[in-house]
């Protein structure tokens, strides 16, 4: 990635070269933050991602030899110099998606370093077992082998995140990875290959081809890619896993949430609201945020009340600008889609709405701008409270008892996360339990939790896990080998 003038330009990072143009032709990037053109994305199609696994292929042979201990040096200084990047990552991000630099610097950069970090410790420590089957007649051990070739395919919300979940733990587990970024947020994928090139990553090791759905389907089914790893939405998630069903390929998917934030009566109320007021973050495009608030009746009125002066003080504006907040989101279309479902949400199916529900005017007016909205008296079964909405819309409805606060939070398609705010222990190992979520967190606890934690969907947030030994072993293969004694 370099930028002229203040123009963006990505390129596309093919065995050991990076080339300006791609066969797919051009993608004219536009800034969320002003609707207006601001760099030039060349895009990959079939001819590279050909070309690109026959380069994976022929490194993996090499890259699976090289001492785990080498392999680890070299993720970590990888990692450290993402870190050492912070900054220009930041602007980088906030121009390529509108994230606001406060949120890269705090969040998401440290974020994406830390996971790449932990994968990179994983990369000396996978071992194998000895296991006791016929003692006296054979010795049976397993080797742990890298699986191939993977095809690491990103939305745009968060791609330096992805970088640290999806593209370290394969390349730790000894894989060569093809990494697709979206069209809509390729500069940052860019910067961090070349921090690899620069780091004396082979050639093939770590390809990226910015580029669209045709390029991704053309990994997808390539027979030379050994699994896909996929980061983005449950439509997206479905055709990609038919795809591989086709071929048996495994498939990891990282697909939406609609996590509930269950507040009880006894609750610190002000943290309650800040997890509450989070749906913010990356104005309302991240998976696990909490984009319903399950609230008990008791304390419905005063709780809304909160979140909704929190939400209408957030200062929106320029993400490039260190005091702002919330920043834009990605599209024109997605600005469309939000507002359609606030107005259906308050016109047919009887939510009030509680702040925001307009796109912000003024100097905001030309770029992607949605005030944080919070929409009161939702039915648990209506479109809002059901589906993503994936901008900065949070929708609260109102239960009466723990085990209606149960079954409203479970009564979705969707098991990413599950956010609750109770004093009483008892409770707390209830709900653990009780709700079908890959990561359930307390009292104002996040998710994903730490890079060391496994990290995943339930239900139609998908499946595999990211994170920690089990996101590494993801791309390992378990041989058993067994050998007579005599
Ligand atoms: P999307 O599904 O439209 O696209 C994601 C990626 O898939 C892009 O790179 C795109 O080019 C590619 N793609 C599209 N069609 C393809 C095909 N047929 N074959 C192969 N690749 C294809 O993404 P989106 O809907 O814009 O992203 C938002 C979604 O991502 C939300 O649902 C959000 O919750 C989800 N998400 C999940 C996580 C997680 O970790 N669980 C993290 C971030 C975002």
């Known amino acids: 990635m370099t930028t002229t003038e203040n123009r963006l330009v990505s390129e596309i990072h093919l065995a050991g070269r990076r080339l300006a143009e791609g066969s797919a032709g051009v993608y004219e990037h536009v800034n969320p933050a002003t609707g207006k053109v601001q760099g030039e994305v060349p895009l990959a199609g079939p001819a590279e991602v050909d ?13 699976r030899k090289w001492r785990p201990e080498d392999r680890r040096r070299l993720l970590t200084r990888i990692a450290e110099r993402i870190r050492a990047h912070e900054d220009e990552l930041a602007v980088l ?49 397993t080797l742990l082998e890298p699986i191939g070739v993977v095809a690491v395919i990103l939305t745009w919300n968060a791609p330096i995140g992805g970088w640290g979940m999806c593209v370290a733990p394969p390349l730790a587990a000894g894989c060569c990875v093809i990494l697709k970024p979206s069209e809509l947020a390729p500069f940052t994928s860019s910067f961090i290959a070349r921090i690899c090139e620069e780091e004396g990553m082979p050639p093939g090791v770590v390809t990226v081809l910015p580029g669209g759905p045709d390029a991704g389907e053309a990994l997808v089914r390539h027979p030379g890619v050994a699994k896909v790893s996929f980061t983005g939405g449950g439509p997206t998630g479905r055709k990609i896993a038919a795809a591989c069903g086709e071929q048996l390929k495994p498939v990891l998917l990282e697909l939406g949430g609609k996590s509930a934030n269950i507040v009880f009566p006894d609750a610190d109320l002000a943290k309650a609201a800040e997890t509450a007021a989070s749906v913010i973050f990356s104005a309302g495009q991240a998976c696990t945020l909490p984009t319903r608030i399950l609230v008990h009746e008791s304390i419905y009125d005063e709780f809304t009340a909160m979140v909704a002066g929190a939400l209408g003080q957030i200062p929106l504006g320029d993400p490039l600008d260190p005091a702002t907040m919330m920043g834009p989101v990605i599209s024109e279309a997605a600005v469309e889609r939000i507002l359609r479902t606030v107005d259906e949400a308050t016109r047919d199916n009887g939510a009030e709405l509680l702040t925001g529900g307009s796109r912000a005017g003024g ?43 149960v079954a409203i939070a479970n009564g979705t398609p969707y098991g990413l996360a599950g956010y609750v705010h109770t004093r009483d222990v008892s409770r707390v190992l209830r709900l653990a339990s009780a709700l079908e979520a890959g990561t359930v967190a307390f009292n104002g606890a996040g998710a994903p939790a730490g890079p060391g934690a496994p990290f995943g969907g339930y239900k139609e947030s998908g499946y595999g896990r990211e994170g920690g030994k089990l996101g590494v072993l993801e791309f390992v293969q378990h041989k058993t080998v067994s050998v007579a004694l005599s």
């Not at 026959?54 to 890259?63: R, S, Y």
């Not at 390529?96 to 932990?118: D, I, T, Y």
């Open 51 to 63: 070309e690109a696994v026959a380069a994976a292929q022929e490194a993996f042979k090499e890259w």
């Open 93 to 141: 991000q906030a121009r390529e998606n509108g994230l606001p630099v406060s949120q890269g610097k705090a969040v998401l950069v440290p974020h994406g370093a830390g996971w790449f970090e932990a994968a990179a410790g994983w990369a000396d420590k996978l071992e194998g077992a000895v296991v006791p089957t016929t003692p006296g007649e054979t010795v049976d051990l």
């Open 363 to 405: 100097e905001l007016a030309s770029g992607y701008y949605i005030e944080p909205t919070l929409l009161g008296n939702v039915s648990p079964t209506s479109e809002v409270a059901q589906n993503e909405v994936f901008g900065p819309v949070t929708a609260a409805i109102r239960f009466s008892d723990e085990e209606e606060a």
